[in-house]
């Protein structure tokens, strides 16, 4: 497959390159960048009005297999990640065996192969079986391909398995991401806790259950030299734990999610379970101080936390519903409208938080765009304004909270290591 | 007027002048609750379903006679003995319900939002019977019913309600409603009992039980549930009876005709002694009777008036 994108603007955020270049591809990589190339025969798309992008990176997201393929399968989710415009994400290791083992690492990596769509990184656990008790053999799990250990969705409670996981995890030089949350404070918590928790009746999650354990762990992160990621930060508070720890040199990064970053507790409204995520929507004040921490930052990596769930389990009463937002397919339109179109944050640094951000934390040399490197590109329209139909998901799981809304700037091409997999939104089939 | 929306969940939901119309129904219900032959035909042919989730002998019987008074058919599901036990979700137990020819279904669930989810899938009318820690509107409006008929407006008047206030539905309605007709609502118990942001749904909050009562035109106990102390919420049962519980002494703080009110089950001796229970100011009984109107008032106005308009 040889072609050439033409005409459009060219942002690298690693070597802070913003030009409008054509860009030759072949064999599966880069050959050529420069102006108005021109190749007898090669078959050329034509890009003008549309930035070219390093191939998007989503750290976080969970594609439920094995064990979970009612909600998503490896292949789903990779449909997915290729319409929203990533091409490579990182999938967290709660599923069912968890990668707390290299067979699960393996598989994953395999059904991904096969699918042939976006990058898969499996994560491993960081204690075996995610309990928190035993940390897992992270050296084989890093041999068979893990980028980071986490154990999403589960805090690890005991400080000194915790301490062990970002001692040992040294010896890698991957990075321990913390799902941080305070089990105790936040038992059969629903949603944020505050004035709307009190009008809906819903039991509330205080911003320090999930603060409590970010001081803990940037506080083990400095005591070990780990290097810590946090997960999913939401509050304000996290953004000053965040800035302590950079102000100390404590190796610490964080991630924030497009849902986090939009909306706040108010949309609990009605009891939508769409909206019904951990950590949960936040007041305005947190969201608030999230956007100033991504703008200023402080938040280096964007995230979905994508979690897809079948709809009978999403469709019940609000506390019977699983916690989680299908985000793959909105993530780009959510953070371009919200963070480019409305706050004024600068196209190429938005890009960065989805390319070069998560790519450095991960320590993969993606997320960049340069001649010889494998063609994995990123193209959004950023003035095509489309409302989100969540039905039409690629995703198996259709729990958004954004269904109906309306966002400029979409991704309209995917392409990994040279071949297309998404072009306007339509998805190239994957193999079964 | 009537209820103009399908569903009646919250009493948010209700202007000053629907909640007058449905006190002013109610009123005349009453009559009918106290007569020799209580049975009037206005709701021949009509299907009242209670579908209550959760164990409940007042709200129950009470939707249940008030629909059978008015010639109803009535039909009372548990959930501990029907398909719920296997498994069906509460979607499908709702259409089932609507396929047999329901025309209200009364919910009663432990989960705050269950009637808001079941009205959405149900053509089929809903109201709302209780739903975990969110509203009980039935409840509000009967203690509303209870108030007028003592003291006449609700415009001034203080009202006191003490204890559980986190996990109280019944104080959540309350606030709710009176605080729009009018009144001052105070809101008493532990902090570890009362949520955050209350204050600025109207109520004042204090944690001091004496400043609540001073005054007091109606005096509203809750009920306490052991499972609270079990929880950590409180040291033990005795240390909340002596900070929070009603007695005969400590009513006295209260102004002299004050009404005192509970939405029951009592824990006697626990959150309110039983002789002032039992006393003249207690209104508690009446309470009851006044439920029975209320929800007759509201199948009547939800259901009876439908073909005239």
């Known amino acids: 497959m040889e072609y050439i994108l033409q005409n459009g603007l060219v942002m690298d955020p690693k070597s802070n390159l913003e030009k409008k270049l054509d860009i030759h591809i072949q064999k599966g990589k880069i050959k050529n960048m420069a102006p108005h190339l021109e190749e007898p025969g090669v078959e050329v798309i034509d890009l003008e009005n549309k930035i070219v992008a390093p191939g998007f990176i989503d750290m976080h997201v969970h594609l439920r297999e094995p064990g979970g393929e009612a909600n998503e399968t490896i292949l789903t989710g990779c449909r997915a990640a290729a319409a929203g415009g990533f091409t490579a994400v990182a999938a967290m290791p709660n599923t069912n065996p968890c990668a707390d083992q290299e067979g699960v690492v393996e598989l994953v990596k395999a059904r991904a192969q096969r699918a042939g769509l976006s990058r898969v990184w499996p994560i491993g656990a960081i204690s075996k079986g995610q309990k928190g008790e035993e940390i897992a053999e992270t050296g084989t799990l890093y041999k068979a391909g893990i980028v980071a ?41 629903l949603m944020h806790e505050g004035y709307w928790s009190t009008v809906l009746g819903l039991k509330g999650i205080p911003p320090e259950a999930e603060e409590i354990m970010e001081a803990r762990d940037i506080l083990l992160a400095k005591l070990t030299g780990g290097r810590l990621h946090l997960a999913h930060v939401s509050t304000a508070g996290s953004v000053e734990l965040l800035k302590f720890a950079k102000a100390q040199g404590i190796k610490v990064t964080a991630e924030a999610t497009p849902h986090h970053l939009l909306l706040t507790d108010e949309e609990v409204q009605g009891y939508n379970t769409s909206t019904k995520v951990n950590p949960p929507l936040r007041s305005i004040e947190h969201v608030k101080a999230l956007r100033k921490a991504v703008k200023e930052g402080l938040i280096q990596c964007l995230v979905t936390d994508h979690a897809p769930w079948a709809e009978e389990l999403k469709d019940q009463e609000f506390a019977k519903a699983p916690n989680g937002i299908s985000g793959l397919e909105t993530a780009v339109p959510i953070c371009w409208d919200t963070l480019v179109v409305k706050e004024n944050l600068s196209p190429m640094d938005l890009i960065a938080k989805f390319t070069v951000g998560p790519a450095e934390i991960l320590q993969q040399p993606k997320g960049m765009l340069a001649v010889g490197e494998e063609a994995d590109i990123t193209v959004i329209d950023p003035h095509l304004r489309k409302q989100v139909k969540a039905a039409n998901f690629y995703s198996k799981g259709k729990n958004s909270p954004v269904d109906g809304r309306t966002f400029q700037g979409w991704p309209v091409l995917t392409i990994v290591a040279g071949k297309i997999i998404m072009k306007d939104g339509e998805v190239k089939e994957g193999n079964q | 007027m009537g209820i103009k929306e399908k569903d009646l969940i919250t009493m948010g939901q209700l202007s000053k002048e629907q909640i007058e119309e449905i006190l002013s129904t109610a009123k005349e219900m009453k009559n009918i609750i106290k007569r020799d032959i209580k049975k009037i035909p206005t709701l021949r042919g009509k299907v009242v379903v209670n579908l209550f989730y959760e164990p409940s002998t007042r709200t129950r019987t009470s939707f249940e006679l008030a629909g059978k008074y008015m010639s109803a058919d009535v039909i009372n599901i548990s959930t501990s003995a029907s398909s719920v036990v296997k498994g069906e979700s509460l979607r499908d137990t709702g259409y089932t319900l609507q396929s047999m020819g329901a025309d209200i279904v009364v919910i009663r669930h432990s989960m705050a939002g269950a009637p808001q989810l079941l009205g959405n899938y149900l053509n089929a009318r809903v109201i709302n019977a209780g739903d975990g820690f969110h509203e009980h509107p039935t409840q509000a409006l009967l203690d509303m019913l209870t108030i007028k008929e003592q003291l006449g407006s609700f415009a001034g008047l203080k009202v006191a309600i003490i204890g559980d206030i986190l996990h109280s539905r019944v104080a959540r309605s309350n606030l709710s409603g009176l605080t729009k007709m009018g009144a001052d609502v105070w809101l008493c118990g532990p902090p570890t009992l009362v949520p955050p942001g209350i204050e600025t749904l109207g109520g004042k909050v204090t944690y001091n039980m004496d400043e609540a009562l001073q005054d007091a035109d109606v005096v509203m106990m809750l009920r306490i549930q052991l499972e609270r102390q079990k929880a950590g919420l409180f040291p033990s049962l005795k240390e909340y009876s002596q900070l929070y519980g009603l007695t005969q002494e400590k009513i006295k703080l209260a102004s002299k005709n004050s009404l005192i009110l509970h939405p029951g089950p009592m824990n006697r001796g626990i959150e309110i002694a039983g002789n002032t229970a039992d006393s003249s100011q207690s209104h508690i009984r009446e309470q009851v009777t006044n439920g029975v109107a209320i929800r007759m008032a509201l199948l009547y106005l939800m259901l009876g008036q439908q073909k005239g308009e």
């Open chain 1, 149 to 189: 250990i986490s154990d999403d969705g589960n805090p690890v409670t005991n400080s000194e398995v915790m301490r062990r996981a970002l001692e040992y995890s040294k010896i890698f030089d991957i990075p321990v991401i913390s799902h941080s949350e305070d089990l105790k404070l936040s038992a059969g918590g």
